[in-house]
T-cell receptor, first 112, second 116 residues
């Protein structure tokens, strides 16, 4: 089974802090994704990556950046956290486009 | 832009009753379609997928879905619901063009509650 591991289940940070969310997958998947999930809004794509050192903006990239230095790891960075970034963050991976994505358990991030 | 619509935000069914969750997609000559389930506090788990062929697709946990091209629908069904099926369900398709081709487009989800 594919395993997508997000480093933290719950995280509390303060406004203005730099926040790192880490995601690791163990199936050598090419493609990785970061979503945020908010009640009534469903899943919204923040960034995705098709290869090491490559990144593409999703639907809501503002206030976020990403890093993919190794194939198995995809990091989401909040450069200066704000309260409106309080949310559930989900990481996913897939071997190639049009295939099912495999999700981690999510990180519930609170910005105070 | 492509979209996925799940008309029901919240559905409540009695344990043992049948279930149908609705999903409509826009565009896609040959759509790839998926249903995911999310238990509280968890990530999304794939229930089933449709790529081509038989329009009735079987999935895990006793779920099935039927692809109807004429109605642009991919409804999820289960003949007898169990209390453990209480969760949020997401329908998804894949983007057909542009830089995001192959990425998933999700509906906003349907929350299922199960009465004892």
């Amino acid at each position: 089974d594919v395993k997508v591991t997000q480093s933290s289940r719950y995280l509390v940070k303060r406004t203005g802090e730099k926040v790192f969310l880490e995601c690791v997958q163990d199936m050598d998947h090419e493609n990785m994704f970061w979503y945020r999930q908010d009640p009534g809004l469903g899943l919204r794509l923040i960034y995705f990556s098709y290869d090491v050192k490559m990144k593409e903006k999703g639907d809501i990239p503002e206030g976020y950046s990403v890093s993919r230095e190794k194939k198995e790891r995809f990091s989401l960075i909040l450069e200066s956290a704000s309260t409106n970034q309080t949310s559930m963050y989900l990481c996913a991976s897939t071997p190639r486009p049009n295939q099912p994505q495999h999700f981690g358990d999510g990180t519930r991030l609170s910005i105070l | 832009a492509q979209s996925v619509t799940q008309p029901d935000i919240h559905i409540t069914v009695s344990e043992g009753a049948s279930l149908e969750l609705r999903c409509n997609y826009s565009y896609g000559a040959t759509p790839y379609l998926f249903w995911y389930v999310q238990s509280p506090g968890q990530g999304l788990q794939l229930l089933l997928k449709y790529f081509s062929g038989d329009t009735l697709v079987q999935g895990i946990k006793g779920f099935e879905a039927e692809f109807k091209r004429s109605q642009s629908s991919f409804n999820l069904r289960k003949p007898s619901v169990h209390w453990s099926d209480a969760a949020e369900y997401f329908c998804a398709t894949t983007e057909n063009y542009g830089g995001s081709q192959g990425n998933l487009i999700f509906g906003k989800g349907t929350k299922l509650s199960v009465k004892p």
